[in-house]
Structures are given as C-alpha cells and as structure tokens.
T-cell receptor
Framework: GAGVSQTPSNKVTEKGKYVELRCDPI?????LYWYRQSLGQGPEFLIY????????DSGLPNDRFFAVRPEGSVSTLKIQRTERGDSAVYLC???????????????FGPGTRLTVL | DAKTTQPNSMESNEEEPVHLPCNHS???????IHWYRQLPSQGPEYVIH???SNVNNRMASLAIAEDRKSSTLILHRATLRDAAVYYC???????????FGQGTILTVHP
C-alpha cells in the first residue's frame, strides 16, 4: 500500500521567504508527526497531531513555524521569514495513533530537503 | 523521556550476527524501548520495540536486560542493506514524539 508521501522532495528558497511543506499520511492514520533533521544529527521533534488538533507543539522552535491538519489527513508545515538556519530535511511520520498500543510504530516519509540561501 | 547511550559506530561483516548495545540506566518502569534505523537518504524505519521481555520479529531481535538498564538489538545475519544509523529510543507511551539521539552508525563489509 501507499506509504507516507511528502512534497516537494526538494525546496530551495531565499532568506526571508515563506515556504509550505506538505505531508500525506497513510490513509486512516490519526496521528501525524513532523520532525526536522540537520546534517549528521538525529531527527528532532517539531509537532504531533492527533486528528485535526495539535496534541504537542513543544518542538516548534519559534513562532515562524506553524503546522495545520484541517481535515485530519493531509498536513502542511509552514515556515515564515525563512532563515539559513532553517535548512534541514523535514520529515513527516504517521501512525494509527490512539492510546491502545497501536501507535508504537511510526511510518516515516522520505522527507523534504529545504535549503535556504 | 529518559536518555539512552549508544556507541557512535560499529562494523560488521556480511552474513555475521551484529549486536548493537544501548544503555538506559535511568529508564522508568513504564518506558518502552524502541529501535529505529535510517538508511542513507531515507526517513527512519521502525525495527522493533519491547517493554520487559525479549522480542523477535522478521527484522531483528531485542534482548532486554533483567534490570532493564540496557538492551541489545540483534541482527542475526547482517546484509549490506543493513548498513544504516540505528537509534535506540525510550518512550513512555505508545503515542507521542520520538526523541532521537545520535544513534550508532553500522557499517557492513562484504
């Protein structure tokens, strides 16, 4: 079946511009996660959605970062006034979610490589 | 979530077993032990998880120490495709964020 997809695969932008990164989770997965990964580092948590609501946004670095999931499926990560330090691979993951033990496995997409010049 | 400690790198030969260690001395009684791996230029991939008992699946085995302060991921016969960064992660629930460390870079020699 289809896995988690992310678009675009690569995004190059200029400092100060606005970008949107899209994530299509596995159909039926209620939990959706965003992470970002800098070169040579492990992924760093950004935000977690359970359905349409953000259950944990403690990883968002500042108010330039925002994410939505209006219908409980596709999610968009939005970055305003991009800075060179935002350059990283942005990873999305989904899982069946819930509190019954079915969410142990997170399924990751291939990521979007964001480069801010 | 409690912290884990892993070696920076390990090497193995193809078709030999690999034992990847992880120390988690501050683990709490409800923390699950998860292992993920990340192949080059790909997103992380779930490998296995456990709570107290040893676990086996098609990819690997997870051996958990009796005091739960350490665990070992076992790849029974390494292949070139197993070359990846392996992350040992503790998580208090079955949902919510994963906290990745630096992981162990596994190199498999033909």
């Amino acid at each position: 079946g289809a896995g988690v997809s992310q678009t675009p695969s690569n995004k190059v932008t200029e400092k100060g511009k606005y970008v949107e990164l899209r994530c299509d989770p596995i159909s039926g997965h209620t939990a959706l996660y965003w992470y970002r990964q800098s070169l040579g580092q492990g992924p760093e948590f950004l935000i977690y959605f359970q359905g349409t609501g953000a259950a944990d946004d403690s990883g968002l670095p500042n108010d330039r970062f925002f994410a939505v999931r209006p219908e409980g499926s596709v999610s968009t990560l939005k970055i305003q006034r991009t800075e060179r330090g935002d350059s990283a691979v942005y990873l999305c993951a989904s899982s069946p979610g819930g509190a019954r033990g079915s969410g142990h496995e997170q399924f990751f997409g291939p990521g979007t490589r964001l480069t801010v010049l | 979530d409690a912290k884990t400690t892993q070696p920076n790198s390990m090497e193995s030969n193809e078709e030999e077993p690999v034992h990847l260690p992880c120390n988690h001395s501050t683990i709490s009684g409800t923390d699950y032990i998860h292992w993920y791996r990340q192949l080059p230029s790909q997103g992380p991939e779930y490998v296995i998880h456990g709570l107290t008992s040893n676990v086996n699946n098609r990819m690997a085995s997870l051996a958990i120490a009796e005091d739960r302060k350490s665990s070992t991921l076992i790849l029974h016969r390494a292949t070139l495709r197993d070359a990846a960064v392996y992350y040992c992660i503790l998580r208090g629930t079955s949902y919510g964020k994963l906290t990745f460390g630096q992981g162990t870079i596994l190199t498999v020699h033909p």
